[in-house]
């Protein structure tokens, strides 16, 4: 009998940590990754194409990062199954990725078996999330702790995460598909609700959370 393979888009701007990560799923008979993409704009239009079963994104990528692009591909199909693979050890995008309507958050520092776990588990409609990440969601939530980003709509966050990130309005413009004019209304917004006067205190914040590395 036949085993049915879970199709995975594999989204990274790096080709080398693609290459692992491929070679690490495609190590067990019922995964394989025939789709791989550079950006988030990429993994969108191989999404629309070629309609895999479970789409794993990077965060950090040039233009599109995956949280957009997470956004995008659900608008899309609102039944996708996403999940992130990322650096960001952040309680901050997890939940972010999990509100958007994701199914899985991963760091790269993972244990190699836990990878093809949150594939089988997305691939089924199930959620997984890296369980110390779990736990500091849990923890919060339990404790009441409110994070100061959740004011932000998911637009509002897009934008916040590129300026963090040093992008110009014009980079951001372009990646979002936002006029400047709209980019630099975000920025006014999101400066005004966090109650900071310059891209010094956007950049503080963003670290002080893991929305950006340090």
């Given amino acids: 009998m036949a085993i049915h393979a879970i199709k995975v888009l594999l989204c990274d701007d790096h080709p080398m940590v693609r290459m692992g990560f491929k070679q690490l799923l495609e190590s067990v008979p019922d995964i394989e990754v025939p789709f791989e993409a550079e950006t988030g704009e990429e993994a969108f239009r191989i999404y629309r194409k070629q309609q895999p079963?479970?789409?794993?994104?990077?965060?950090?990528?040039?233009?599109?990062?995956?949280?957009?692009?997470?956004?995008?591909?659900?608008e899309y199909n609102p039944s996708a199954k996403l999940m992130i693979l990322s650096m960001h050890e952040s309680k901050t995008f997890a939940a972010r990725a999990i509100k958007?309507?994701?199914k899985g958050y991963l760091t790269k520092r993972a244990e190699p078996d836990e990878l093809i776990k949150a594939v089988r588990?997305?691939?089924?409609?199930?959620?997984y999330i890296e369980p110390s990440l779990a736990q500091d969601l849990v923890m919060s939530n339990i404790s009441g702790e409110q994070d100061p980003l959740d004011i932000l709509s998911p637009r509002e966050f897009e934008v916040f995460a590129a300026l963090a990130d040093g992008a110009s309005v014009k980079d951001i413009s372009s990646s979002?598909?936002?006029?400047?004019?709209?980019?630099?209304?975000?920025?006014?917004?999101?400066?005004?609700?966090?109650?900071?006067d310059n891209l010094s205190g956007i950049t503080r914040l963003a670290i002080r959370h893991g929305v950006i590395l340090a």
């Fill in 53 to 74: 079963d479970v789409v794993i994104l990077d965060i950090s990528m040039p233009g599109m990062g995956g949280i957009a692009a997470a956004r995008h591909i659900l």
């Fill in 100 to 102: 958007l309507g994701m």
């Fill in 176 to 196: 979002l598909n936002l006029s400047p004019k709209t980019v630099g209304v975000h920025r006014t917004h999101i400066m005004k609700k966090l109650d900071v």
């Fill in 121 to 127: 588990l997305v691939d089924k409609g199930r959620a």
